[in-house]
């Protein structure tokens, strides 16, 4: 059967879970955010719906949930965006797979949520981080005013073009926040990237150009170490002119992707503005993950989840047939197309004086069919000292793999030689620096669809600050791995022990009225929900009044002042 149906229909809504099996630890406390598109609706594509955020307590009784209950709470990301996307639909069309209009082109924030000091942060590859307070789950702020990111493409509208990343990264040193820009160059059918720092506060961001880094697809995530920052072209969705213009489409995904290396003291030495000075290295296969060990002394290594076998850029259509034959099941129009290879896991380390790298043995076999999503330790002995990786395996899923992909396809993957039935998700904990498999977990239905992986550490212990990146055990093995899975037959929470996911899960929570949960993307652990500190950060009013509305109805420049005028009052000065 195809992946459960409530996944593209069911609006994200508050319920309260409880403890249906196992006992749940004492230890295990804290706050679960986890980033969600909403419902597909019309959309043609279903990754690009606006964002939501959720919030799971790890302890019963909090955010109004009785005492023996835990608080499942959500709120859609009210950013400019989406508010005059609803207050003027009408303004709005496809525009590609995404959705903009006179107003400028829509921040979905979908994606993925990043904690950095108690504070909250919302992410999407086409758009701006927003800033969320933890405990209201309100929007306070996109980062950076559209002056000094620059747009990506010189289209008009309060509402910039921004070509970014969707997962920065918080630099625990520095106390910054590094992203990327993306200027798309038509003529030459690449992109140019510039690096972006954020500072934490004020309406601005700094940009530099780097020499010589362009290619020809997205940089879905960066990682980092103490001393460089690492950046890839995902080499997986590439846009297609052909299909924009309503031909079949007929891009393919990278068969390798460069990557480029920036020094961090260059950087800092170097004005905003002024070239940088990268290392280049490829890397085979395209990965849409990546996560550097962050402590460089011996070495510049990271762990890369391959996407050997998905495109993203091709999406399910109404007329589409499946793998196996049969016409693609109506819910699921408009979701990505599924593997059509085993993925891979390897340890990549870099050496940036030779320009060469070495690649681990990957880890690759029937097991490991659609790599999702993963769990780390994200504190900073985690992130300094890994051990473990935790990683979502969603199996082989003939429903939800396109003929006309497999077609365009043909010579990388053979379509006779996928398996004959489809196979359930697993949780496998990799060792860090080999990749070798050190447990797995494989759920016994097929009809569960297991979602994004969180470390919770058994002791959270204290730092300077009290922020997410404390932790006193190195590794992502001292905790829990919490797992939401989504079936069509009620939502759960499956709580594994992170030193042995192969015993399954220790606890479960469910809902009372077996709740159904639309699709969930990435996710993240605070240890407490406060509300966001006061800082300056941009506001929409003065923001949008740096831009040309000449473009706008009477109606529509209403709801435009309307929406600023409600967002000062809401956010405040």
């Given at each position: 059967?195809?992946?459960?149906?409530?996944?593209?229909?069911?609006?994200?809504?508050?319920?309260?879970?409880?403890?249906?099996?196992?006992?749940?630890?004492?230890?295990?406390?804290?706050?679960?955010?986890?980033?969600?598109?909403?419902?597909?609706?019309?959309?043609?594509?279903?990754?690009?719906?606006?964002?939501?955020?959720?919030?799971?307590?790890?302890?019963?009784?909090?955010?109004?949930?009785?005492?023996?209950?835990?608080?499942?709470?959500?709120?859609?990301?009210?950013?400019?965006?989406?508010?005059?996307?609803?207050?003027?639909?009408?303004?709005?069309?496809?525009?590609?797979?995404?959705?903009?209009?006179?107003?400028?082109?829509?921040?979905?924030?979908?994606?993925?949520?990043?904690?950095?000091?108690?504070?909250?942060?919302?992410?999407?590859?086409?758009?701006?981080?927003?800033?969320?307070?933890?405990?209201?789950?309100?929007?306070?702020?996109?980062?950076?005013?559209?002056?000094?990111?620059?747009?990506?493409?010189?289209?008009?509208?309060?509402?910039?073009?921004?070509?970014?990343?969707?997962?920065?990264?918080?630099?625990?040193?520095?106390?910054?926040?590094?992203?990327?820009?993306?200027?798309?160059?038509?003529?030459?059918?690449?992109?140019?990237?510039?690096?972006?720092?954020?500072?934490?506060?004020?309406?601005?961001?700094?940009?530099?150009?780097?020499?010589?880094?362009?290619?020809?697809?997205?940089?879905?995530?960066?990682?980092?170490t103490r001393d460089w920052l690492i950046l890839i072209d995902s080499g997986n969705f590439k846009s297609d002119p052909g299909e924009m213009a309503g031909r079949p489409r007929s891009v393919r995904m990278n068969l390798e992707s460069p990557a480029f290396l920036l020094r961090k003291a260059d950087v800092e030495k170097t004005p905003p503005g002024q070239l940088l000075a990268m290392k280049r290295f490829l890397i085979a296969p395209p990965t849409g993950h990546f996560y550097a060990k962050y402590d460089d002394a011996d070495g510049i290594r990271a762990i890369f989840e391959h996407m050997d076998g998905v495109d993203l850029a091709f999406f399910l259509k109404a007329d589409d047939v499946d793998a196996t034959g049969e016409l693609i099941d109506p819910t699921q129009v408009g979701l990505y197309n599924m593997a059509m290879t085993p993925s891979s896991l390897s340890e990549i380390e870099f050496d940036p004086e030779s320009g060469s790298i070495r690649q681990s043995e990957r880890l690759r076999g029937e097991d490991t069919w659609n790599n999702q999503l993963s769990a780390m330790d994200w504190s900073l002995a985690g992130l300094s000292h890994p051990r473990v990786h935790h990683m979502i395996f969603?199996?082989?899923?003939?429903?939800?793999?396109?003929?006309?992909?497999?077609?365009?396809?043909?010579?990388?993957?053979?379509?006779?030689?996928?398996?004959?039935?489809?196979?359930?998700?697993?949780?496998?904990?990799?060792?860090?620096?080999?990749?070798?498999?050190?447990?797995?977990?494989?759920?016994?239905?097929?009809?569960?669809?297991?979602?994004?992986?969180?470390?919770?550490?058994?002791?959270?212990?204290?730092?300077?600050?009290?922020?997410?990146?404390?932790g006193s055990q190195p590794g992502g093995h001292e905790g829990y791995v919490v797992v939401p899975v989504i079936a069509d037959d009620g939502f759960r929470i499956d709580c594994f022990d992170a030193a042995d996911v192969s015993r399954g899960p220790i606890a479960q929570l469910a809902g009372a009225s077996r709740e159904r949960v639309g699709l969930i993307l990435h996710s993240c652990w605070m240890p407490a929900a406060r509300p966001a500190p006061e800082v300056e950060r941009l506001r929409f009013s003065d923001d949008y009044t740096q831009t040309d509305t000449s473009m706008l109805s009477d109606a529509q420049r209403r709801a435009l002042d309307q929406i600023a005028r409600e967002l000062d009052a809401e956010v405040g000065p």
């Open positions: 059967m195809p992946l459960p149906r409530c996944i593209t229909s069911t609006p994200h809504r508050d319920f309260d879970l409880k403890l249906v099996a196992g006992r749940w630890p004492d230890e295990l406390t804290g706050e679960l955010f986890i980033a969600a598109p909403g419902p597909k609706e019309d959309r043609a594509y279903g990754l690009f719906s606006p964002g939501h955020v959720l919030r799971l307590s790890l302890r019963p009784g909090r955010f109004g949930a009785p005492a023996d209950r835990f608080a499942w709470r959500t709120r859609r990301i009210e950013t400019p965006s989406s508010r005059l996307y609803r207050a003027c639909p009408e303004a709005f069309g496809s525009m590609g797979p995404g959705v903009g209009g006179v107003f400028g082109v829509m921040n979905m924030a979908n994606t993925a949520v990043l904690p950095w000091r108690g504070r909250l942060f919302a992410t999407w590859d086409v758009g701006r981080p927003v800033e969320l307070d933890p405990v209201s789950l309100g929007f306070l702020g996109e980062v950076g005013s559209t002056a000094s990111w620059g747009r990506s493409i010189p289209l008009p509208g309060v509402l910039p073009f921004i070509f970014s990343t969707a997962h920065p990264v918080v630099d625990p040193e520095r106390d910054c926040l590094w992203s990327v820009k993306l200027v798309p160059d038509f003529g030459a059918g690449s992109v140019q990237t510039q690096l972006v720092r954020y500072d934490g506060s004020g309406p601005r961001v700094k940009t530099w150009p780097i020499e010589g880094a362009r290619f020809n697809g997205t940089m879905h995530t960066i990682t980092q969603s199996g082989y899923r003939p429903h939800n793999i396109s003929r006309r992909a497999l077609e365009v396809y043909a010579d990388r993957f053979d379509a006779k030689a996928l398996p004959a039935h489809e196979s359930p998700c697993r949780l496998v904990s990799v060792e860090r620096g080999s990749a070798r498999r050190l447990a797995s977990y494989r759920w016994p239905r097929t009809e569960d669809w297991a979602g994004s992986p969180i470390f919770v550490p058994r002791d959270p212990g204290s730092q300077p600050g009290g922020d997410e990146l404390a």
